[in-house]
Nanobody, 121 residues
C-alpha cells in the first residue's frame, strides 16, 4: 500500500507565506514525477507545479515567481513554498505522484487527500 499525505495548510493573510509538505510512504520502489494541484470551490482542478525525479520544475503562470517546488528523494517528500499569497490562491491543494511499487512493473498515479489553504484579504 502506498499513500501520499499532505500537511502545512491553514489560514494566512494576504502577503503571507505557507509551506506545504507531501510525504509518500509504503512499498515504494521508484518515485517519479511529483506534482501539486489545487482546486477552488466550483472550479476545475489545476496543475500548480511539478518536479521531475532529476529536479526539473514547471509552474503555472499564476504562481511563477511566488511558489517554489522542491523534493527530497531520500525521504520521498515534496514541498511547496508559497510566498506573497493572494486571496485567489485559496483552494484545496493536492499532492500527486507517479510511483512504481514493489511487485508492480507499471507506474501508478496517486493522489493525497488534500490540505486547505485559505488566504484572507
Amino acid at each position: 500500500q502506498v499513500q501520499l499525505v499532505e500537511s502545512g495548510g491553514g489560514l494566512v493573510q494576504a502577503g503571507g507565506s505557507l509551506r506545504l509538505s507531501c510525504v509518500a510512504s509504503g512499498r515504494i520502489f521508484n518515485l517519479n514525477i511529483m506534482n501539486w494541484y489545487r482546486q477552488a470551490p466550483g472550479k476545475q482542478r489545476e496543475l500548480v507545479a511539478s518536479i521531475t525525479s532529476r529536479g526539473s520544475t514547471n509552474y503555472a503562470d499564476s504562481v511563477k515567481g511566488r511558489f517554489t517546488i522542491s523534493r527530497d528523494n531520500a525521504k520521498n517528500t515534496a514541498s511547496l513554498q508559497m510566498n506573497s499569497l493572494k486571496p485567489e490562491d485559496t483552494a484545496v491543494y493536492y499532492c500527486n505522484a507517479d510511483i512504481r511499487e514493489y511487485s508492480y512493473s507499471r507506474l501508478v498515479n496517486y493522489w493525497g487527500q488534500g490540505t486547505q489553504v485559505t488566504v484572507s484579504s
